[in-house]
Nanobody
Framework: QVQLVESGGGLVQPGSSLRLSCAASGFSLDGYAIGWFRQAPGKEREGVSCISSDGADTFYRDSVKGRFTISRDNAKNMVYLQMNNLKPEDTAVYYC?????WGKGTLVTVSS
């Protein structure tokens, strides 16, 4: 059974950091590009970052460039999103995506 489980979200103050993790089970991440998406209250889901199957190429939406870093560990079947200098507008549920598969998300709230 294919499963993606995100973790690492929480309530933090502006300027703080969080590291999100996505654990895959039921299949190997090897060979797949992986993306992180987010959905803020009342807004559509949007792409945040993605990483190629070999980790050589990454993409970030403009609003997170220089603050977020995506990485992967195929040996551990894990994907990460390091988020630094968080802003209130980063508040959202963050989802891991691989092909047709989605996790249930982890909530990130940035508030003072």
């Amino acid at each position: 059974q294919v499963q993606l489980v995100e973790s690492g979200g929480g309530l933090v103050q502006p300027g703080s950091s969080l590291r999100l993790s996505c654990a895959a089970s039921g299949f190997s991440l090897d060979g797949y590009a992986i993306g992180w998406f987010r959905q803020a209250p009342g807004k559509e889901r949007e792409g945040v970052s993605c990483i190629s199957s070999d980790g050589a190429d990454t993409f970030y939406r403009d609003s997170v460039k220089g603050r977020f870093t995506i990485s992967r560990d195929n040996a551990k079947n894990m994907v990460y999103l390091q988020m630094n200098n968080l802003k209130p507008e980063d508040t959202a549920v963050y989802y891991c995506n691989i092909g047709p598969f989605w996790g249930k998300g982890t909530l990130v709230t940035v508030s003072s």
